[in-house]
């Protein structure tokens, strides 16, 4: 009997331990770490951009700036050693453009955007204010279930924009809304405050409703999507924007639209100066 009851005893304690070890595993689940670093030749505008996306989100990690351009997959050591498991890169090219890279680490998927029409929040100068640190609600635009590419970086950005709620350094608190907007084939990204007043009514009924409103605290700016890549800032090309034009294509159609300007004006200071001078009459002779 003795043998018996150690053995139940045993089995006893060994399910504590695999139910404590399941719920461990279930909370390491949620566990979302997010190194945030740029590239040489960030201006004050983007990087202030940075600043803003680290202050609102308590689970990122910063790092200094990246000195390779070629070599990006040695991101993914970084983010190893700051026992990171997801990497937001802001890369900048010509000092002017800015590319903006969310990848899975180690083994992908990684998307690259082009970031556009950045507005920070000490620029915007918005009335809403939220607690630094706390939760925020993620707002998807019901498009981003109509076509697999766009599930996919909605699924990217649940687990680099979602706070886990075991975070070390979250607030107990829900009180601002991160909305990602569909909208001529790019995603616009803005911030909201939750704002809650008692209504004044005389109805007991309706006294306990509160009137929720939103709004806005900043920063926002525009993506546009480039390609998704299958790994990690590396690996085969598994979805590429068909209207994507780069930045380096735009200026050029721009100075050959200038150019074309300045050639039809020179064209018509020629053609002016040759009617003029065939339009010249000979002078009249002195009669006798």
């Not at 009335?127 to 609600?137: A, Q, V």
């Not at 003029?276 to 009459?281: A, G, H, K, R, V």
Request: with cysteine; charged share 30%; proline share 4%.
């Amino acid at each position: 009997m003795a043998t018996i009851f150690k053995l139940t005893k045993a089995q006893k304690v060994l399910e504590n331990q695999e139910e404590s070890r399941k719920k461990k595993d279930k909370k390491s689940i949620y566990k979302q770490r997010v190194l945030i670093m740029a590239s040489r030749g960030i201006n004050h505008r983007q990087r202030h951009l940075m600043n803003d996306l680290t202050t609102l989100l308590p689970h990122f990690k910063k790092e200094s700036k990246f000195d390779q351009k070629f070599q990006l997959s040695i991101i993914n050591e970084l983010a190893e050693l700051n026992n990171c498991n997801n990497c937001v890169f802001f890369e900048v090219r010509k000092r002017q453009d800015l590319y903006l890279w969310t990848a899975k680490a180690p083994n992908g998927p990684s998307i690259k955007f082009h970031v556009l029409n950045i507005h920070t929040m000490n620029e915007l100068k918005m009335t809403g204010n939220c607690l630094k640190g706390s939760r925020s609600i993620l707002s998807f635009d019901k498009k981003f279930d109509s076509e697999p590419h766009w599930i996919l970086i909605k699924e990217v950005f649940t687990h680099i924009f979602g706070v886990p709620k075991n975070a070390r350094r979250v607030k107990p608190f829900v009180d601002h809304v991160v909305s990602f907007t569909i909208a001529d084939n790019r995603i616009w990204f803005r911030n909201f405050q939750i704002v809650e007043k008692d209504p004044i009514t005389t109805d007991k009924k309706n006294s306990n409703k509160k009137d929720i409103s939103l709004v806005e605290i900043g920063p926002r700016f525009v993506l546009n999507v480039i390609r998704i890549f299958e790994g990690s800032f590396c690996g085969a090309t598994i979805y590429s924007n068909p209207g994507f034009v780069s930045p380096n294509q735009v200026r050029r159609d721009i100075r050959i639209a200038k150019s074309g300007r300045y050639k039809t004006r020179m064209m018509a200071r020629n053609e002016r100066q040759i009617k003029l001078e065939n339009s010249e009459l000979p002078e009249d002779t002195p009669s006798e």
